[in-house]
């Protein structure tokens, strides 16, 4: 159910809104975290708040520093979810 709206979407029924693995063609953003519920709250608030298919899982990556460093690495199919996630979602840091 999209709480927002009252409908019911079509994805969350059938249970195929989760990317399961990372697929290629998404637009992906890494956001740092700093404990380890924020993977859960981040999937909460898409789930409430968008539409589309996504994508969240943990990564590895290299920073600025030269230094591996954790990363939850979200995808979306639609670049406009990605933005609205970005500039609204108020479980992430922005770099």
Sequence with gaps: MFSKTNQV???NLFDCR???KKPKGLEFLQVSFDW???ENLIEKWIEENLKGRYYVGK???VN???KIQNYILVGFENPKELSLFNLSCP???NQ
Excluded: M, Q, V
Aim: glycine fraction near 6%; proline fraction near 6%.
């Design 9 to 11: 979407n079509p994805l």
């Design 18 to 20: 989760k990317f399961i």
């Design 36 to 38: 380890s519920d924020n």
């Design 59 to 61: 990564h590895l990556a």
């Design 64 to 66: 600025k520093e030269g």
């Design 91 to 93: 479980f992430i840091r």
